[in-house]
């Protein structure tokens, strides 16, 4: 099967060429991919920023997010049969969506929207996820409550500022003057253009930060928060909490803590919550998302599409970090 894969980790690495077909496990379910989603985690991969936390073998088939028709099922499979059409972030130990075909553990996997084609809804699943684990299950975000999900125009952003609009709080984000509006017709209450002013400056008393940005707006999050507020981040430093529940070794969890000492120190002083969080894959928890979708109450962004053969392409396009939305790979 063709696929797009990586001899060697580098920024600018990465070629298209000819994979064996995945073996289908006794709780597999096996899926031609019709189209996957680009997201800044495969980015990081292909450099290598993981390795250590996933020590994945060469070469690697990349790729997180996929839409497809299911062609074959496990012995043990129960809930999906071949021709049923699903969506899924792959498992963190088995990706490999940027290619014709991928098995994937069926609790990974839940039925595509009814209501979006294959585009659209490989766009979605790590993404919603994301926003999902940061803000329900993490953050418990309640009615009236307010967050800040920094650059909103971007691929979790876009999704987090809507779940947020449902769970009733009053949100505020961050992005560039040209989305400005783009984003508050997404629901955003508070908009801050990041070329004008500082956001640390003009908001305060938050109950929740969602940072995917770098350690400068990680440390400046923590002065728009109240006390017993959370400021959690997807993009680092990880925390030893998450070492344990990776099961790192624990010279690793040593490292993982004095990564994340400083900001843990800094958030004790003022009062407040550091967490990080590493999404992981979950069917189930895909369900309410799908209903939220099918209701029309998230709407899924594409920024624009490439054909599996343009994949590089893609994946520099979001290293940019001037998507606005998801960068999607067609297949079908």
Known sequence: ???????????????????????????????????????????????????????????LVLGNDLAGVVVEVGAQVSRFKPGDEVYARAPETRIGTFAERIAVDENALARKPANLDMAHAASIPLVALTAWQVLVETAHLQPGQKVLIHAGSGGVGTLAIQ????????????????????????GADRVIDYTQQNFENVLHDYDVVLNSLGADVLEKSL?????GGQLISISGPPTPQFAREQGLSWPLQQVMRLLSLGIRRKARKQGVRYAFVFMRADGAQLQPLTELIEAAIITPV????????????????????RARGKVVITLK
């Open 1 to 59: 099967m063709k696929a797009f894969l990586i001899d060697r980790y580098g920024k600018n690495t990465g070629r298209l060429g000819e994979m064996p077909s995945p073996i289908v496990g006794a709780h597999d379910v096996l899926i031609e991919v019709h189209a996957s989603s680009v997201n800044v985690l495969d980015a990081k991969i292909r450099q290598g920023d993981f390795k250590l936390i996933l020590p994945y073998s060469l070469p």
């Open 163 to 186: 779940l947020a609009k449902h769970l009733g709080a009053f949100v505020a984000t961050t992005t560039s003057t040209a989305n400005v509006e783009w984003v508050k017709a997404l």
């Open 223 to 227: 002065k728009v928060l109240k006390r």
């Open 302 to 321: 594409i920024d624009r599409t490439f054909p599996l053969e343009h994949t590089a392409q893609a994946l520099t396009y979001v290293e940019q970090g």
